[in-house]
């Protein structure tokens, strides 16, 4: 089998431009080198040791269900077998970072894209694009809690609806996905825990979003996080914060397209707001805060 494009962003004078793929591929388990399991391995140990008291229980538990520190780069296969038993979902290969329609329909008929290269050896701390890791360490274990995959099954067909109202309304649910799938904190009877992938697949933001006086956390509401722009370049400067993943699931129920309506009359809150009403968990020191502009 050949081994499948790796598609990545291009660096240029402008910064980062987004390349986009569109198949499906399958895993080339057996091109992975030594170095490629190797970076799996570190990332998995580092993660597995700090996340304990951070990561939410139902997130822990699917990694350990799924066996992914079993010793190098897990086989898409054995996931799906597992995954596919509790909650339906399958994981297909990708060459990288997909366009929008493309990707809500994967969701819509749960099915979880995960690129299949993984980061280099230098890039253990930062890489500007999602990766392997990042996909199946970051994303994948939460599938298997019910209520979270049917979520994510919602989401995907509520994004196919946006695409097709127009990119305003794709602008609001991107922002949503950011703040809850990416970036998510949920509030728990053993204190706040991490459940975004973006957060978990990432060492240094598993300690910056918990335990870092500079940023915001605030109570989860809708149409609040759809309004609210977001980071793209650093830490972020809000964290917005669930009850349950039952509240979560309930949000994604009602028609957004009012809602959509409804927030184009409205302009956009930056990063960093604390507005009037909000439910206030922590207000940011604010310190270390980039001043540029906000996506």
Not at 71 to 83: M, S, W, Y
Not at 184 to 209: D, F, N, Q, W
Not at 260 to 280: I, N, S, T
């Amino acid at each position: 089998m050949d081994t499948p494009r790796k598609v990545e962003h291009q660096q240029t004078d402008r910064g980062y431009v987004p390349v986009y793929a569109t198949g499906v591929v399958e895993q080339p388990w057996a091109s992975y080198s030594q170095s490629d399991h190797e970076v799996w391995d570190t990332l998995f140990k580092r993660q597995r040791e700090l996340l304990p008291g951070r990561a939410c229980r139902e997130f822990l538990a699917g990694v350990e269900r799924f066996g992914l520190g079993n010793g190098g780069i897990p086989k898409f296969e054995d996931v799906t077998r597992v995954l596919r038993q509790a909650t339906g979902w399958e994981l297909v290969a990708v060459e990288g970072l997909l366009p929008d329609e493309v990707f809500f329909d994967h969701l819509a008929h749960r099915r979880f894209p995960v690129s299949w290269w993984i980061r280099k050896p230098e890039q253990l701390d930062y890489l500007s694009e999602p990766d392997l890791f990042h996909d199946l360490f970051g994303h994948v274990p939460l599938l298997l809690n019910p209520v979270f995959a049917d979520y994510m099954q919602a989401y995907g067909r509520g994004g196919m609806k946006a695409f097709a109202i127009g990119p305003e309304a794709l602008m609001n649910l991107t922002r949503l996905y950011w703040y809850t799938v990416e970036f998510g904190l949920i509030h728990t009877a053993e204190g706040m825990r991490i459940y975004g992938a973006g957060i978990v697949s990432s060492k240094g933001e598993s300690i910056y979003c918990l335990d870092s006086p500079s940023p915001n956390r605030i109570g989860f509401g809708l149409e609040r996080v759809m309004s609210t722009r977001y980071r793209i370049d650093t830490y972020q400067q809000t964290y917005f914060v669930i009850d349950s993943f039952e509240q979560l699931f309930e949000a994604t129920r009602p028609d957004f397209t009012p809602i959509y309506a409804k927030l184009r009359e409205r302009p956009a809150h930056a990063a960093g707001d604390v507005l009037d009403g909000d439910r206030v968990f922590t207000r940011g020191d604010r310190v270390g805060w980039a001043a540029n502009a906000d996506t």
